[in-house]
């Protein structure tokens, strides 16, 4: 073995030696050097005039020195171009609670992306969940700064590894789309407003919302940032000096890059703040070569720039390995297992009452499947991340279902609901006696006397009337609906604004919508259900204000009468089958906020009539985000599916029959209402805002940092999920080992089954540090064969106990530590002392603490 090592090195120095040689004169080709070291090289032999022209997205003219073209891709969650897999939501990822599979993740969209002839990703993303409402949920990693950054490290270090830059985003505190990008300005509304102005302390956003991108930076040595579209305490991020100055300073060598063009108001500022790469997509984007030979932007600061950009592209590998031309299709059996296998490890299993799953075990011989589970499942999220299914390469839950059930099953398919969609019948004027009286303001705030008023037969608009906006402008559309039968009442309103709609004097539905959809993906309908009498006559009001959106204003007011439920049928299907699955979702993504956790329409009412006929209903929540379940006690399983891409047909009969192990664990707090939770919609000032403005004043309180500092009870906690196994936590070990801590643990599977186990650790901080009461540090995925016991070890990693009290600490004094399957069910702790700059071994073995569940 020996003798092997040094032949290996000798050759390696052969090999050394003659590329030296080869590039004498260029010498930043020569791979063997480090990559700040090339940089530097390369900067030394470049003129000023070509810096500019790099500074300026000019690539062409650097070709000489072989600096490749940047071609980026968005976006996190897979290639959003032809011919690639449409893969899970990032968020999927992240309840895997599974480092390989983040790695797997992260080089199969970065084998995608070179074989379609990008090199630089425009993600991960990996903005905090601070309320479920926020659009882009699905697309990032969770409420928690230490998942969130341990799945992204792994993401970039794959990246790297498939050489391809990555891009952290969006930096930071970029937790909502109501007025990301600010609002159309008055008086024609071409222009828009700076983004919603985020005020928070530096510590919350060191320890919560910068945390994870410091992370990977950390961990990974991420080669790029994406500066987002909000200001925060003040400027705009891409042109706060001192928010890039700190993230330059924390030992990022890579590039800034704003978010699209809403990013950046005043291109000089942004380009002295800090923005490296000037904009999106690949442009000067408002930066000019005077700039630079003024004078305004210094020489020392220019040099950084360059040095930046080529620094990512040596440290990540794509000078040394330039992309060939764009392949058609690009999606592998291999990357379609990864989607599998993410969807498979990321499903969480909230509930199993009777062992109604796996479905093998009582096997049924008849199945009911609900709700929509064709091609009008919900695949994928809205906006820049989506990467929808390519006609015909889904694999439907309905397929997937009927496939692993064989020919031995019946199923019965009953649509039961629409889902989240838009209506498909405009509301007709005879329901409305006639229509409605509408009024129009050329402002978006309702000011003033109207502009126009007249009436109208419905609403159904895909513009402005003559003489009204066209970009910027209110409308309030008033009357009477007279019900034509009794029942529930399905609403839409598919609108690009802000809109609100009353019934009988109550707001029963509202939302925030940049277009009725987002470049690619579901659309974003608001949907209300109401349950009405024949002959009673309603008041109607619908409220509209164009000033957020981007695409151009449009509403259109729909419904769909009891007559035309689909909910009877899929009674009549459940009532005769051994099973029901209920699938029901919600369209969320890009663009658009959630107004309430509800799932939309008359979903609510599908479950409950179903679970009425049929005891083993089992609903799967193909969600992008917590919804509220006023029917979890009426059935037996539910399951979240999250959005799960192309093959999820496959994943969830995999998961439904128990061919694999519900693998997910939440990476998000499911609240038990609306209320609950750091910034609930009764405190706007927090979320979403007033007057531009939004407050984090729940400071470092995130997620289950609120509810455990708090004692609200969410419906399910933070790191909760079930498996078809059985395990128990057993005797708990601290020691002390190298400057870190390592809790040792024996887990048990107690049952028949295998399946995968999330030992989660947390940690409590000295009281004197002022942190939340319990935080999470450590994890792992465990999976386990029947009867099988094995000792896991956990690491604890000192810099991981970093908080920020004027500058980065680790206190100091004594800690607990708490062996976890969620933010609540500890079941072992255990302490330990923190003195100088490392860990004192003080372990013992665990006792129990009895938490619930
Ligand atoms: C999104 C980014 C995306 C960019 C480019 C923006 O609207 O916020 O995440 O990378 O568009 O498509």
Redesign the pocket.
């Given at each position: 073995m020996r003798s092997r090592v040094v032949v290996f090195v000798l050759v390696g120095a052969c090999v050394l030696g003659v590329a030296q040689g080869a590039w004498a004169a260029d010498p930043w080709r020569d791979p063997t050097q480090p990559p700040a070291q090339r940089a530097s090289e390369l900067l030394v032999a470049m003129s000023f005039d070509q810096k500019v022209q790099l500074a300026l997205n000019n690539f062409a003219a650097v070709a000489s020195f072989g600096v490749p073209a940047l071609a980026n891709f968005?976006?996190p969650s897979g290639v959003r171009t032809t011919g690639t897999t449409s893969f899970p939501s990032s968020q999927t990822l992240a309840a895997s609670f599974d480092r390989g599979l983040a790695y797997d993740y992260g080089y199969a969209i970065s084998d995608e992306a070179r074989g379609k002839g990008f090199n630089w990703w425009?993600?991960p993303?990996m903005d905090i969940a601070r309320t479920p409402l926020a659009g882009r949920q699905p697309e990032n990693l969770g409420e928690d700064p230490f998942l969130a950054g341990e799945t992204v490290t792994q993401e970039v270090l794959a990246a790297k590894a498939r050489h391809m830059i990555a891009t952290l985003?969006?930096y930071v505190a970029n937790n909502q789309e109501w007025e990301r990008i600010g609002f159309r300005l008055p008086p024609t509304g071409a222009t828009r407003s700076p983004g919603i102005n985020v005020l928070a302390a530096e510590r919350t956003l060191q320890e919560i919302y910068e945390a994870p991108f410091k992370h990977a930076i950390r961990k990974a040595n991420a080669d790029a940032v994406?500066c987002s579209?909000n200001r925060l305490n003040g400027p705009l991020t891409c042109e706060s000096p001192g928010l890039l100055g700190d993230l330059k300073a924390s030992g990022f060598n890579g590039f800034v890059v704003p978010?699209?063009i809403f990013a950046v108001k005043d291109p000089l500022a942004a380009t002295l703040a800090g923005v490296d790469v000037p904009g999106?997509?690949p442009g000067a984007a408002g930066r000019t070569a005077a700039m630079f030979t003024s004078g305004q932007v210094p020489s020392s600061r220019l040099d950084d720039i360059v040095r930046r950009i080529l620094y990512a592209m040596f440290d990540s590998g794509i000078f040394d390995d330039p992309v060939g031309p764009a392949n058609a299709d690009v999606s592998t059996p291999a990357h379609r297992d990864v989607a599998t296998r993410v969807s498979t490890s990321g499903m969480v299993l909230l509930k199993n009452e009777h062992r109604a799953l796996p479905l093998s075990e009582r096997a049924p011989r008849s199945i009911a499947v609900i709700g929509p589970s064709g091609d009008d499942a919900m695949y994928v999220t809205g906006?820049?991340?989506a990467v929808p299914p390519e006609a015909g390469k889904a694999v439907t839950p309905l397929a997937g279902i009927t496939a692993r059930a064989g020919s031995g099953v019946q199923i019965q398919a009953s649509q039961g609901s629409l889902g989240d969609v838009p209506l498909p019948d405009i509301v007709p004027a005879t329901a409305l006696g006639g229509g409605l009286a509408a009024s129009y303001w050329n402002n978006g705030e309702f000011d003033g006397p109207p502009a126009l008023t007249r009436v109208e037969p419905t609403v159904d608009l895909s513009a402005a009337p003559t003489g009204i906006g066209p970009n910027l402008w209110s409308a309030r559309w008033t009357g009477t609906l007279t019900p034509p039968e009794s029942g529930l009442y399905r609403f839409s309103l598919l609108e690009a604004g802000i809109a609100r709609l009353y019934i009988n004097g109550q707001q029963v539905a509202s939302g925030y919508r940049e277009g009725i959809n987002f470049?690619a993906g579901p659309r974003y309908p608001i949907q209300a259900a109401v349950q009405l009498t024949a002959g009673q006559p309603v008041s109607v009001r619908i409220e509209y204000t164009s000033k957020a959106q981007l695409f151009g204003p449009q509403i259109h007011f729909a419904w769909q009468p009891p007559s035309k439920s689909l909910i009877p049928a899929a009674v009549d299907a459940a009532r005769g089958a051994d099973a029901a699955i209920v699938i029901v979702n919600n369209a969320q993504g890009?663009g658009m906020d959630r107004s309430t956790l509800a799932l939309p329409g008359d979903q609510d009412a599908l479950i409950n009539a179903v679970a009425a006929v049929n005891r083993r209903t089992i609903v799967v929540l193909n969600t992008g985000g917590p919804v509220l379940m006023p029917w979890r006690n009426r059935v037996e399983g539910v399951l979240e599916a999250w959005y799960p891409g192309q093959q999820f047909g496959t994943a969830l009969a995999s998961v439904l029959f128990g061919d694999s192990d519900p693998g997910g664990r939440l990476p998000v707090t499911f609240p038990a209402s609306n209320e609950q939770g750091p910034a609930p919609p009764s405190q706007p000032e927090r979320y979403p805002g007033v007057n531009d403005e939004v407050h984090y004043d729940e400071g470092l309180l995130v997620g289950y940092r609120w509810y455990d500092a708090t004692g609200q009870r969410p419906l399910f906690p933070f790191g909760y999920g079930q498996s078809y196994a059985h395990f128990v936590f057993r005797d708990l070990h601290v020691r002390a080992q190298g400057g870190a801590l390592v809790a040792s643990v024996r887990i048990a599977n107690v049952s028949n089954r295998s399946g995968s186990v999330v030992p989660e650790l947390y940690v409590h901080y000295p009281h004197s540090a002022g942190e939340p009461p319990w935080q999470l540090k450590g994890y792992d995925k465990v999976a386990l064969a029947p009867h099988e016991s094995r000792r896991v070890s956990l690491t604890l990693d000192p810099a991981d106990l970093t908080i920020y009290d004027g500058g980065p600490v680790i206190p100091q004094g004594r800690y607990r530590l708490a062996l976890a399957s969620s933010s609540r069910g500890f079941a072992k702790v255990a302490s330990f002392d923190v003195r100088g700059s490392g860990i004192a071994g003080r372990g013992h073995g665990g006792r129990d603490r009895g938490d619930d569940d």
């Amino acid at each position: 073995m020996r003798s092997r090592v040094v032949v290996f090195v000798l050759v390696g120095a052969c090999v050394l030696g003659v590329a030296q040689g080869a590039w004498a004169a260029d010498p930043w080709r020569d791979p063997t050097q480090p990559p700040a070291q090339r940089a530097s090289e390369l900067l030394v032999a470049m003129s000023f005039d070509q810096k500019v022209q790099l500074a300026l997205n000019n690539f062409a003219a650097v070709a000489s020195f072989g600096v490749p073209a940047l071609a980026n891709f968005d976006g996190p969650s897979g290639v959003r171009t032809t011919g690639t897999t449409s893969f899970p939501s990032s968020q999927t990822l992240a309840a895997s609670f599974d480092r390989g599979l983040a790695y797997d993740y992260g080089y199969a969209i970065s084998d995608e992306a070179r074989g379609k002839g990008f090199n630089w990703w425009l993600g991960p993303a990996m903005d905090i969940a601070r309320t479920p409402l926020a659009g882009r949920q699905p697309e990032n990693l969770g409420e928690d700064p230490f998942l969130a950054g341990e799945t992204v490290t792994q993401e970039v270090l794959a990246a790297k590894a498939r050489h391809m830059i990555a891009t952290l985003k969006h930096y930071v505190a970029n937790n909502q789309e109501w007025e990301r990008i600010g609002f159309r300005l008055p008086p024609t509304g071409a222009t828009r407003s700076p983004g919603i102005n985020v005020l928070a302390a530096e510590r919350t956003l060191q320890e919560i919302y910068e945390a994870p991108f410091k992370h990977a930076i950390r961990k990974a040595n991420a080669d790029a940032v994406m500066c987002s579209y909000n200001r925060l305490n003040g400027p705009l991020t891409c042109e706060s000096p001192g928010l890039l100055g700190d993230l330059k300073a924390s030992g990022f060598n890579g590039f800034v890059v704003p978010d699209f063009i809403f990013a950046v108001k005043d291109p000089l500022a942004a380009t002295l703040a800090g923005v490296d790469v000037p904009g999106l997509p690949p442009g000067a984007a408002g930066r000019t070569a005077a700039m630079f030979t003024s004078g305004q932007v210094p020489s020392s600061r220019l040099d950084d720039i360059v040095r930046r950009i080529l620094y990512a592209m040596f440290d990540s590998g794509i000078f040394d390995d330039p992309v060939g031309p764009a392949n058609a299709d690009v999606s592998t059996p291999a990357h379609r297992d990864v989607a599998t296998r993410v969807s498979t490890s990321g499903m969480v299993l909230l509930k199993n009452e009777h062992r109604a799953l796996p479905l093998s075990e009582r096997a049924p011989r008849s199945i009911a499947v609900i709700g929509p589970s064709g091609d009008d499942a919900m695949y994928v999220t809205g906006g820049s991340a989506a990467v929808p299914p390519e006609a015909g390469k889904a694999v439907t839950p309905l397929a997937g279902i009927t496939a692993r059930a064989g020919s031995g099953v019946q199923i019965q398919a009953s649509q039961g609901s629409l889902g989240d969609v838009p209506l498909p019948d405009i509301v007709p004027a005879t329901a409305l006696g006639g229509g409605l009286a509408a009024s129009y303001w050329n402002n978006g705030e309702f000011d003033g006397p109207p502009a126009l008023t007249r009436v109208e037969p419905t609403v159904d608009l895909s513009a402005a009337p003559t003489g009204i906006g066209p970009n910027l402008w209110s409308a309030r559309w008033t009357g009477t609906l007279t019900p034509p039968e009794s029942g529930l009442y399905r609403f839409s309103l598919l609108e690009a604004g802000i809109a609100r709609l009353y019934i009988n004097g109550q707001q029963v539905a509202s939302g925030y919508r940049e277009g009725i959809n987002f470049v690619a993906g579901p659309r974003y309908p608001i949907q209300a259900a109401v349950q009405l009498t024949a002959g009673q006559p309603v008041s109607v009001r619908i409220e509209y204000t164009s000033k957020a959106q981007l695409f151009g204003p449009q509403i259109h007011f729909a419904w769909q009468p009891p007559s035309k439920s689909l909910i009877p049928a899929a009674v009549d299907a459940a009532r005769g089958a051994d099973a029901a699955i209920v699938i029901v979702n919600n369209a969320q993504g890009e663009g658009m906020d959630r107004s309430t956790l509800a799932l939309p329409g008359d979903q609510d009412a599908l479950i409950n009539a179903v679970a009425a006929v049929n005891r083993r209903t089992i609903v799967v929540l193909n969600t992008g985000g917590p919804v509220l379940m006023p029917w979890r006690n009426r059935v037996e399983g539910v399951l979240e599916a999250w959005y799960p891409g192309q093959q999820f047909g496959t994943a969830l009969a995999s998961v439904l029959f128990g061919d694999s192990d519900p693998g997910g664990r939440l990476p998000v707090t499911f609240p038990a209402s609306n209320e609950q939770g750091p910034a609930p919609p009764s405190q706007p000032e927090r979320y979403p805002g007033v007057n531009d403005e939004v407050h984090y004043d729940e400071g470092l309180l995130v997620g289950y940092r609120w509810y455990d500092a708090t004692g609200q009870r969410p419906l399910f906690p933070f790191g909760y999920g079930q498996s078809y196994a059985h395990f128990v936590f057993r005797d708990l070990h601290v020691r002390a080992q190298g400057g870190a801590l390592v809790a040792s643990v024996r887990i048990a599977n107690v049952s028949n089954r295998s399946g995968s186990v999330v030992p989660e650790l947390y940690v409590h901080y000295p009281h004197s540090a002022g942190e939340p009461p319990w935080q999470l540090k450590g994890y792992d995925k465990v999976a386990l064969a029947p009867h099988e016991s094995r000792r896991v070890s956990l690491t604890l990693d000192p810099a991981d106990l970093t908080i920020y009290d004027g500058g980065p600490v680790i206190p100091q004094g004594r800690y607990r530590l708490a062996l976890a399957s969620s933010s609540r069910g500890f079941a072992k702790v255990a302490s330990f002392d923190v003195r100088g700059s490392g860990i004192a071994g003080r372990g013992h073995g665990g006792r129990d603490r009895g938490d619930d569940d």
